[in-house]
């Protein structure tokens, strides 16, 4: 089997699909628990009213670097990872259509991430707090008066490269290198929203890298794209911002939606229901995502003809993603179903997810919106869009695909075990939160009124369950990884795609004579 | 595979490769160009710097016109509050306050306002302030004649000064508005270079 360097050059050099997956499912796995400990130290302070573990500024750098290392680091990485693993798998393709190019996009990643967080150790204090303490949003102009905002700049524009070659390389996989008879509506619905995702990212991330540039500038060159002092609008700034940031939402809950459309089939033992409906329904949320953005920023003062056109655009996305629920139901629908673990996580996908999607509704309603902006309901609504939408389906695809990896079935017991608590502590976090959205507590504050106290502490003892229960994934990786019960190449009973017709574990090559598709 | 598809595949990767390259490129353009785009919408909507022109800030011909216009309509049984908020930039180490927290005045007739200011930073500095008015929509049928802020305020280090607003309203003003608060923001240019 030794057909590849081995140590650590076979790592560094490596141009092999399944390598780089795996590197980019491990490093998210890093970076979920680096800014899941980050989550830890905010629920440990939020615990009770009044300052206890670390000092304000500390707590929002918390804030700040939570964010955006579960975003850029552990959530988009990880559908990176999936998509370097399965797409040529699932499409019959020996491997990316830019291998090289596929290197490079992983390799930068180490290092934006050490960019980011760097500045937490560089001067004198830990403790005073000295990294990016801003929002994940980093709004001017707060933003621009941080000392070291180039170290954030240049990792945002890392970042931004490496999530564009990434994008390259998966379209141009996906169009060029289908097995003979692949064609586009017979892809399984995983690369269809990779196809999309991918689209998406090449449209948005270069205007993310557009303005941490005109940040950059303001800062450093003179220019008042944002400084109010120099003629600049930072509400500008929301507005370019949000233009990336809302397809980016997207970009975190599609291949999801991709991920579950393969498991609920399989568990089910039935053809997903309506396929052609949901490639277009993942169009169309992929369309509507460009033109709703300003529903972040209702309450920056736009003219009420804004807001209604935001608002009626807004709700209009409940029509295609209430498409994609009503379509998993009816796959499940009087299907022979069974309950394995990835099939657990899925339903709880289904089912969490909706909750989230409902919370998006609401806030889409402007007057609404306004009693909720900026408090804990937004924290509740997207935590559950994003831990229980995307990481839940994160979590599901590993349990899924991992035994095709693998080559060995994973410790059932544990991972039931991993799921049930999870299930049930990410609800005691996150549920309350509504409460105390609602109630008027504000998000991104260390301290809190006194009446706020009972739903942060029930959050927080939820917090750190669900938190340290990770932990047990991390050890059922493992085991699975050193050994366990033999898979037989089809892994689940009667499980249909290219992906279960090779050996397991997946040779370091498949698919080198391209398979027939009938 | 043999080795012409093979080929064939590599050469239609990189075409591929360098189309989705092209779309970078725009996007990425297509992001400045949301900077201007802003501005005529903006205009469009009259809001924002456009709410200030219609209240005749860049043109002093026809502010005097509209002053004068303003005056022959002015309404002395009508009320407005308008409270002065101060507000300095990034922790700039100033005093900067108004005179008088809130003055009632009659649409359409002119009025002095104070404003003092001290620079403690311990340098000489050049400051701009930028003014605000809420509620938005009250912005253009509020017109400063004479504002500190319509030009960069220099002061040497430990200067202090009284600065003068003249401003009316315009009887125009919707019925629903009884109390304009107006906001100024105070920032230093040190970190904008000086153009």
Redesign the interface.
Known sequence: MSDHPTGIKRWLFTTNHKDIGTMYLWFAFTMLFIGGAMAMVIRAELFQPGMQVVNPNFFNMMTTLHGLIMVFGAIMPAMVGFANWQVPLMIGAPDMALPRMNNWSFWILPFAAIMLVAPMFIGGDFMAGQGPAFGWTFYEPLSGQYDKLAFFIFAVHLLGFSSIMGSINIIATILNMRAPGMTLMKMPLFVWTWLITAFLLIAVMPVLAGVVTMMLTDKHFGTSFFDAAGGGDPVLFQHVFWFFGHPEVYIMILPAFGIVSQIIPTFARKPLFGYASMVYATAAIAFLSFIVWAHHMFTVGMPAAGELYFMYATVMIAVPTAVKVFNWVATMWKGSMTFEVPMLWSIAFVFLFTIGGFTGLMLGVVPVDFQYHDTYFVVAHFHYVLVTGSLFAIIAGVYYWLPKWTGHMFDIRLSKIHFWVSAISVNILFFPQHFLGLAGMPRRIPDYALQFTEFNQISSIGAFIFGGTQLLFLYIIIKCIKGGDKVSDEVWEDAKGLEWEVPSPAPYHTHATPPTVK | ?EPEVIAK?RV??KK??GK??I???A??G???A??PL?DVVCQV?G???FADIESGKYDPKAQEQLVKDMAANKDLTRNVTVEFITVL??GMKWEFKALQKEVVVHPGVMSTVDFYAKNLTGRDVIA?A?PRILP?NATKYFTKIECFCFTQQIFKKGEARNMPLRFMVSPALPKSINTITLSY?F???Q???L?
Do not use: C, E, H
């Open positions: 595979m595949t239609s990767n591929t490769a989705l390259l779309i970078v490129v996007m990425f297509f992001g400045y949301l900077v802003y909507l809001i924002g710097r930039n990034g701009q930028v938005g923001t920032f230093d240019t970190p904008v270079a153009k």
